[in-house]
């Protein structure tokens, strides 16, 4: 199993169509800027640097599915240094979890939304305190910004039109070295209602920018 393979979405007709993640790219990020400017000032190569950042994390959700599904997960594709930090955010998982008992209904699932043509894979959708809730893993080293609810409610519209149904919708994060344990933050109905419309306009910019036809402005 290639664990830092990720998978190309097709709709019913066999096309690529983008990422979440693909269409929230056009939105400016400038904390980002002043991150890599502080780490080139540093002497760091700061994408390199995020690319080690994002397989911890990609290597920490890989942890958890396995977890959910009682699989034994393979680590051999990561680094000695990559799986202390992925264990470190894997613990205050569980550690949450003993306090939030959940009942898995699906992990990491690659699904599609035929009406807005994007794909996602949601983190976790399971049972949680009688409600039916979709959690959105994050590792990074501080905080919880807009994008990341803009992703989740990109995952909660896909998770909808898959058939399911969402009560709660949250981000858990699971930081980086930190000594906190998992920040969790719940979002509003309208709030995600509102980040699924800044998503589905990025969604059209993406689409703009490669030559395509805006879509979901005409579904509105």
């Excluded at 640097?49 to 959700?61: F, I, K, P, Q």
């Excluded at 930081?175 to 709030?191: I, N, V």
Aim: charged content about 25%; aromatic content about 10%; proline content about 4%.
């Amino acid at each position: 199993m290639r664990v830092k393979a990720h998978p190309k979405y097709q709709n019913a007709a066999g096309d690529v169509i983008p990422s979440v993640t693909a269409a929230l790219s056009e939105l400016n990020k400038p904390a980002l800027v002043s991150w890599a400017n502080k780490l080139g000032l540093r002497g760091i190569d700061s994408n390199r640097y995020r690319d080690a950042l994002a397989d911890v994390g990609t290597l920490t959700h890989y942890l958890i599915m396995c977890w959910l599904q009682e699989e034994i997960p393979d680590t051999s594709e990561f680094t000695e240094e990559q799986i202390v930090l992925a264990n470190e955010c894997f613990k205050k998982y569980v550690e949450w979890e003993q306090k939030n008992p959940v009942k898995c209904i699906f992990s990491e699932k690659p699904l599609i939304s035929e009406r807005y043509q994007y794909g996602g894979t949601p983190d976790l959708y399971a049972v949680c305190t009688s409600e039916l809730v979709l959690v959105d893993f994050k590792t990074s080293a501080s905080g919880i910004f807009p994008e990341m609810m803009y992703q989740l409610s990109a995952y909660r519209n896909l998770v909808c039109e898959a058939g399911y149904r969402v009560t709660k919708a949250m981000i858990l994060r699971l930081g980086r070295g930190s000594q906190e344990g998992a920040e969790e933050k719940t979002f509003t109905e309208y709030e995600l209602d509102n980040g699924f419309e800044i998503f589905t306009r990025c969604l059209d910019i993406y689409r703009l920018k490669r030559g395509g036809e805006p879509l979901c402005t005409r579904l509105v």
